[in-house]
């Protein structure tokens, strides 16, 4: 199924998956909503998309966590572009720490962006694809979702909720309103994801594993994402699981 003309709001645009998604999908023809915190990023990375000839890019500046934020966000998407064919959920942090550090503040940010953000961008855009009784929820989960290790405790919980929502939001929108949900569940990535870690332990022992693997791309989970939206509209991918070939576990 093509993309091209279809309307995509992607969280977290400014760097990384977000950033290579938007650049991936606008050069299929789609027009993407950047949304960010870092206005100044977008602003560049529509540069980028006005660049290719392809799709249309729109910059709504604002915060996962904040509801009046994704409001304006629709309103915007909605009056630019008349429609909301998909929203990725891509916005979120990993700031790892050993639950006996207790970083606690780290945690409520964690719980708020990665799980309460998902949350709020399918509240916002839901009754609009109700209505058109179409559409694509993709959500951004983690390789973490399906297995615990030390000193990530809190973002594997966060994730693994990602991953049972969109479960949970496919049985229930998927059959009635044809509103098609993925979890892509990827390994290590290299982006600015692991700039957020404070906690000392995790850099000398995990962050030192990490260096030595090959990551994935960003590029290539925008290709996975690419790939979950151009299915026909009888498939639902329900989870992309997708690992560095170095990765163990």
């Known amino acids: 199924m093509s993309i091209k003309g279809k309307t995509i709001i992607i969280t977290g645009a ?16 789609a027009n993407v909503v950047l949304t960010a915190r870092r206005e100044e990023r977008l602003n560049e990375l529509k540069k980028k998309v006005d660049g290719l000839n392809a799709g249309k890019a729109l910059v709504v500046t604002g915060d996962v966590t904040n509801k009046d934020n994704f409001k304006t966000l629709v309103e915007k998407t909605k009056k630019e572009f008349n429609s909301i064919d998909g929203l990725i959920n891509n916005a979120g942090l990993m700031p790892l720490s050993y639950v006996k550090n207790l970083h606690t503040d780290e945690w409520d940010k964690m719980i708020d962006v990665n799980i309460k953000g998902v949350m709020n961008g399918v509240a916002a855009v839901l009754p609009t694809m109700m209505e058109q009784k179409s559409g694509n929820i993709i959500n951004i989960s983690s390789s973490a979702a399906n297995k615990i290790y030390p000193g990530g405790a809190i973002y594997c919980a966060t994730k693994s909720a990602v991953k049972m929502f969109s479960e949970g939001l496919r049985m229930e929108l998927a059959p009635k309103f044809g509103i098609n949900v993925t979890s892509i569940e990827p390994g290590f990535v290299d982006t600015e994801l692991t700039d957020s870690i404070t906690d000392d332990e995790i850099k000398e022992g995990l962050l030192s594993n ?33 690992m560095p070939t170095d990765q163990e576990q």
């Open 210 to 242: 990490f260096k030595e693997m090959t990551p994935l791309e960003a590029q290539d989970i925008g290709d996975a994402i690419y790939y979950s939206l151009t299915q026909p509209k009888r498939a639902n991918v329900n989870d992309v699981f997708i």
């Open 14 to 29: 400014s760097s990384g998956i977000g950033e290579a998604t938007a650049l991936k999908l606008a050069k299929e023809g």
